[in-house]
């Protein structure tokens, strides 16, 4: 496309709208996983009511509970069903999410679900 | 704003339609970004929360016509009486005090997707970057059937109270008359579970007759087991249900029903009508002309119409085929947020996002079931897809899901409006 002035105009306009959020850029990393808990366990982790609060639990906590569920699922248990709906990598980045208060590392679009570093460490959660 | 001469210029000029996809050239010197939202039900309100807490540079606008919401959630016990409508009125203003989210108490009626804005019932203009349309539904007209004089209550507030009269209104001995549209229809299980309801409300008040359940399709559309169970022992000799029956025409006056198999007299009834994308969806040719479309198509990973750029839809109104519920409606609010949030750093959306439901039914006055379900991206298809395994409803209906419901609610309302 031949870049007429106009087009100049429009792709500066651009630049510098993308300029001004950039520094609220690539999101934390599990960030938009874990906010899929919060239908229920409240906005970041903050139940309001009746049900568990994840904020400031540790990551093993979490990591151990969720592994745990879906290895057993029972049918009564509703949570056990979510949890069967994530890989061993989600459930770690979602429970770091939630154990760091959010302050994961950023990731680029493409690194967000990627198998986090860490090792899976099984620890007995509070649910044995 | 757009001077009308400015605006007739660039309408007519070709160079504006080749840069439809960039940012409105009148921008440079206003540089934050504007995403404006039309419709604060359980998707909008979810969206215009999300984007401010993950970017509070952005500025977004909700539109909305209604001082408050009234959700559907829960509101089967408004019928009831178990609850009010206190209960189930959340208000906007957490939106704009805690997340500075501007309000437009105003009913959105036209989009320009080239000048990118939307026009309002008022004369307002709004302009945006981003626009997120959330409406939820509209009905497809039943003939002879007026809802305001006989209830769909298939959306939350006056309705829901005129249906409470209607079940009040039923005499002892009495025939209610219920129907089910055709899926997919907004809460899969919403309608079983008001056939329930009614019949317990009868029961409690020794006014039980008959509760006839008709149903357009051809077996219960969700939870199959708890309603089928409900049906043939809780409330046997009460609920008479009907599958494969569409209501065709109603003729109130008379208080007849007539179906594609008969004509039944009524004592009270609720005609719930088949359901489509609301109605500013379809007028912004968001459907698409494919034969008989209903729901807008858009992509997964973003929520951006495939049919209009810069435009998502999310809520009851999309039609990736996830289930029609508000906990849905939150979860690919989120999906869209990130999504929008990302766009305006110059990133690609998520390559794979999840959403989850959970919905919880109550089936007597004491006791509830629910269905769950999690859907993951499918890079393959392009779709969502329920991930194996966690499609379940409850083996039984129990007073403890009846408590957790309200744990749920509670918190699926927060997290969508607080
Ligand atoms: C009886 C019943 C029980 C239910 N139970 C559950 C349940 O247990 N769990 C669950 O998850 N879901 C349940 N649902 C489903 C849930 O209510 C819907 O899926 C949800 O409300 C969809 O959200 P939405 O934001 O897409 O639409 P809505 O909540 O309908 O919101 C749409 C909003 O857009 C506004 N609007 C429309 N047009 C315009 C316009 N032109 N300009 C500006 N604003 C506009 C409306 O005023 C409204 O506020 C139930 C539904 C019913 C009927």
């Known amino acids: ?52 609060k994840l904020a ?10 969720l592994i745990k569920m879906k290895a057993n699922i029972k049918p009564d248990e509703i949570m056990h069903r979510q949890a069967a709906g994530y890989s061993d990598a989600q459930i770690r980045l979602m429970a770091r999410y939630f154990a760091t208060g959010g302050r994961t590392t950023a990731t680029s679009s493409t690194g967000s679900s990627t198998t986090p570093s860490t090792r899976p460490t099984r620890r007995k959660s509070h649910d044995d | 704003m757009f001077s009308h001469n400015r605006r007739k210029l660039l309408q007519t000029s070709g160079a504006l339609l080749a840069a439809g996809a ?5 921008r440079a010197q206003t540089a934050a970004p504007r995403v404006v939202v039309i419709g604060g039900g359980f998707a909008g309100a979810t969206l215009a929360k999300y984007v401010r807490l993950w970017n509070p540079k952005i500025q977004v606008t909700l539109i909305e016509p209604n001082p408050s919401h009234v959700s559907c959630i829960l509101s089967n016990l408004v ?13 906007y203003d957490t ?33 945006y970057d981003k626009l997120v349309l ?66 317990d409300s009868l029961l409690r008040n020794r006014r039980a007759g008959k509760v006839i359940v008709l149903d357009a399709n051809p077996d219960v559309v969700a939870e199959a087991h708890t309603f089928h169970t409900a049906f043939s022992t809780t409330y046997a000799g009460v609920i008479e249900y009907r599958p494969g029956t569409e209501v065709l025409s109603v003729d109130w006056a008379s208080k007849k029903i007539t179906t594609n198999w008969d004509t039944i007299q009524a004592d009270a009834a609720n005609i719930i009508p088949r359901q489509k994308a609301g109605k500013l969806v379809v007028a912004a040719g968001l459907l698409g002309s494919a034969p008989g479309a209903r729901w807008a198509p858009v992509n997964p990973l973003s929520y951006e119409s495939t049919l209009v750029p810069n435009v998502h839809v999310i809520g009851d109104s999309q039609g990736t085929g996830q289930p029609k519920s508000g906990h849905m409606a939150n979860a690919q609010a989120k999906v869209c947020a990130d999504a929008l949030v990302r766009y305006f750093a110059g990133e690609a959306p998520d390559p794979a996002p ?15 079931s629910w269905l769950t379900v999690v859907f993951g991206y499918d890079a393959a298809s392009g779709l969502m897809k329920p991930v194996p395994n966690t499609l379940a409803e409850a083996p039984a209906p129990t007073r403890g899901h009846y408590e957790d419901m309200f744990g749920w609610a509670k918190n699926l309302f927060a997290d969508s409006f607080s």
């Open chain 2, 95 to 127: 939106l704009r005090t805690k997340y500075g989210v501007s309000i437009v108490a105003d009913r959105a009626v036209a989009i320009d997707p080239v000048n990118r804005r939307v026009s309002t019932l008022n004369g307002s203009q709004i302009a």
């Open chain 2, 22 to 26: 960039m940012s409105s050239p009148l």
């Open chain 1, 56 to 65: 400031g639990e540790s990551e093993s906590e979490i990591y151990g509970e």
């Open chain 2, 79 to 91: 019928m009831t009486g178990a609850l009010g409508m206190t209960d189930i009125t959340i208000r």
């Open chain 2, 354 to 368: 999840m959403t989850n439901s959970a919905c919880y039914s109550p089936i007597t006055s004491k006791t509830a």
């Open chain 2, 134 to 199: 959330a409406p939820g539904i509209d009905f497809d007209a039943i003939p002879g059937l007026d809802s305001s004089v006989l209830p769909h209550a298939w959306q939350a507030g006056p309705q829901t109270l005129a249906l409470k009269a209607q079940l009040q209104a039923v005499p002892a001995g009495g025939t209610f008359v219920m129907s089910i549209p055709q899926a997919p229809y907004r809460c899969p299980p919403g309608p079983y579970e008001r056939a329930c309801l009614i019949a």
């Open chain 1, 1 to 52: 496309m031949k870049a007429h002035p106009k087009h100049l105009g429009r792709l500066a306009a651009l630049a510098l709208l993308l300029a001004t959020a950039a520094a609220h850029g690539a999101p934390p990393a599990g960030r938009l996983l874990a906010s899929q808990c919060a239908q229920c366990h409240g906005t970041n982790g903050q139940a309001v009511a009746g049900m568990e």
